[in-house]
């Protein structure tokens, strides 16, 4: 054997009692499993080097179904904020934005509108146009493996630009064309982001027929729905009818239920997609274990604002009867970009600004609407918060759903960014098993490793099982928890001494190594 690891505590991911056992690896897989007490006759495995895995659980490594690493894999090789975590797999593609598939424009559009998640790519060679392209580029060598979603706001934002109104016949056909590309070159699913303008914009009609291409060939729709707030429940269920109209699998990102609207809700949210989950329908959903949500400043402004893209938006913000348009919206109504809530500015704090100038403001709670313009114009849009209106209540009850997995939704730009990017699989395993017993170790694992596998169709991963990739994490129960806070948000965690993607360690003695095993995991394609 290459490898094998003495004495685990083996959680297997399956949510079975844990059992101590010698793991061997060859050739980046599982080639043996031998329990304590093995029948008499049965060898303990031999190999180059052998670890001493004494008090520390092995599990399979952790899968992160909400990331936004899609440029980060490829600025930062070191990626120590998801590897020293255990996270062995990312799901790239997320809320409907990235970059893939684009013709030159559609990317310098997308560049201009998620540099607050991802920076605006400097000094990254965007030599791909296709998913297979952006795929290949992975492929190169990554930290992490990593899974792609098509975006659906940047197809439409290819197909139809930044107008608010129904595809024509003739741009839907393109939309579905590039769908079908996607899948067909690799992509696992579809990703929508309908907070998010372009995509919002599409009706219902639109997302079901680009959803039975994602069906036709596998895959799953994965929609950031157009409410956490106002109308939560309603806007779930609509994405419930829409996938069972289309035949779709649906898998529900960051479920939680958010404002003063939906304090104590989730036991609803539970009920109708137990409902559907009777009536057949294929669902999964993912949460991260903190209350504040986080995107860009320019995200909860009414979606009308955002219409003709990024400069017709500054153009507007700079005009003072615009300005107090919007204004009207954000504070009075209850705009489409802050969930139908009016804004409490009070709940809003900034966690990372593109501008060196404007750094003053991180860590502040934004205290009004002139202050809110004045950053989205001096910093162009590129300003990143935190949104404080989760209920802990609710976290905890989603988290227990038997379709329920792990997503950091973890957006590694800014100065002080959600400290979920670095804390969210310690935070499940330290916090709420160890510490408050929200979950059993074994319960957690599976949430975090099998349950994504098998939303992935991924044969031969997030279970410690012979013959599977060796994909591992060694943490010890008693002392793993998140180190990053919300005063230090970029602190890695304690407890994980190793991390084998493929076999290969990235973190070994709970420090990164230099190895770049990950590549991209493709869905092959049924239609």
């Known amino acids: 054997m290459d490898l094998v690891f003495r004495d685990a505590e083996v959680v297997d991911g399956t949510g079975a009692p844990s059992y101590r056992a010698d793991v061997a690896l060859r050739d980046g897989r599982i080639a043996a499993i031998v329990k304590e007490g093995a029948a008499a006759g049965c060898q303990r495995p031999t190999a180059r080097r052998v670890v001493d895995a004494e008090g520390l659980a092995l599990s399979p490594g952790f899968v992160d179904m909400h990331a936004h690493s899609d440029l980060a894999l490829l600025r930062d090789p070191d990626h120590s904020a998801k590897a020293a975590q255990g996270v062995t797999l990312e799901v790239l593609g997320q809320d409907g934005l990235s970059y893939a598939p684009v013709d030159d424009r559609t990317l310098d559009e997308v ?11 400097s000094g990254i060679d965007f030599d791909w146009r296709t998913v297979g392209e952006y795929l290949d580029r992975l492929d190169r060598g990554i930290a992490v493996n990593a899974a792609y979603l098509v975006p659906q706001g940047t197809v439409r934002m290819h197909a139809v630009g930044w107008e608010d109104r129904p595809a024509t016949e003739a741009e839907l056909d393109h939309m579905r064309r590039l769908v079908a590309e996607g899948l067909e070159q690799g992509a696992v699913g579809m990703s929508s982001g309908l907070t998010y303008t372009p995509g919002m914009y599409a009706p219902d009609s639109e997302l079901t027929e680009l959803c039975r291409v994602v069906a036709r060939y596998g895959g799953y729709y994965c929609p950031h729905h157009r409410s956490y707030g106002a109308g939560a429940l309603e806007a779930y269920g609509e994405m419930v009818r829409l996938t069972r109209d289309a035949g779709c699998a ?4 960051h479920a939680t239920m958010n404002f003063g609207v939906n304090e104590g809700r989730a036991p609803e949210l539970l009920a109708l997609l137990d409902e559907a989950l009777a009536d057949g329908s294929d669902i999964s959903l993912d949460t991260y274990p903190y209350t504040p949500g986080c995107t860009t400043l320019a995200a909860v402004l009414p979606s009308w604002a955002h219409e003709g893209g990024p400069e017709a938006l500054l153009a507007r913000l700079r005009d003072d009867a615009t300005a107090e348009r919007i204004r009207h919206h954000l504070e009075e109504v209850g705009s489409d970009g802050c969930h139908g809530v009016p804004v409490e500015w009070d709940t809003i704090e900034i966690s990372g600004v593109t501008d060196p100038a404007l750094a003053a403001f991180v860590g502040r709670r934004v205290p009004d609407w002139a202050t809110a313009r004045r950053l989205l114009v001096e910093d162009r849009l590129g300003s990143t918060i935190l949104q404080h209106v989760g209920h802990e209540e609710n976290v905890r009850a989603i988290m227990r759903h038997r379709v329920h997995t792990g997503g950091s939704d973890g957006i590694l730009q800014g100065a002080k960014p959600h400290p979920r990017a670095y804390g969210t699989f310690p935070e499940y395993l330290g916090r709420y098993v160890r510490e408050e017993g929200v979950l059993s170790l074994e319960e957690c694992v599976a949430h975090l490793t099998s349950r994504p596998a098998a939303r992935l169709r991924l044969p031969d991963r ?14 010890d129960p008693a002392t793993v928890a998140s180190g990053a806070t919300y005063a230090s948000p970029r602190t890695l965690p304690v407890g994980i001494p190793h991390v084998l993607v493929d076999g290969r360690f990235v973190i070994e003695d ?11 995991i493709r869905r092959t394609p049924t239609a």
Do not use: C, K, Q
Request: hydrophobic share 40%.
């Open 111 to 121: 560049r201009r509108a998620i540099t607050g998640w991802n920076g605006d790519g």
């Open 250 to 253: 649906l898998h529900l990102a």
């Open 462 to 475: 997030g279970l410690v099982r012979e013959g599977y990739v060796a994909d591992l994490v060694l943490f």
């Open 510 to 520: 709970g420090r990164r190594t230099d190895a770049l095993p990950g590549r991209s």
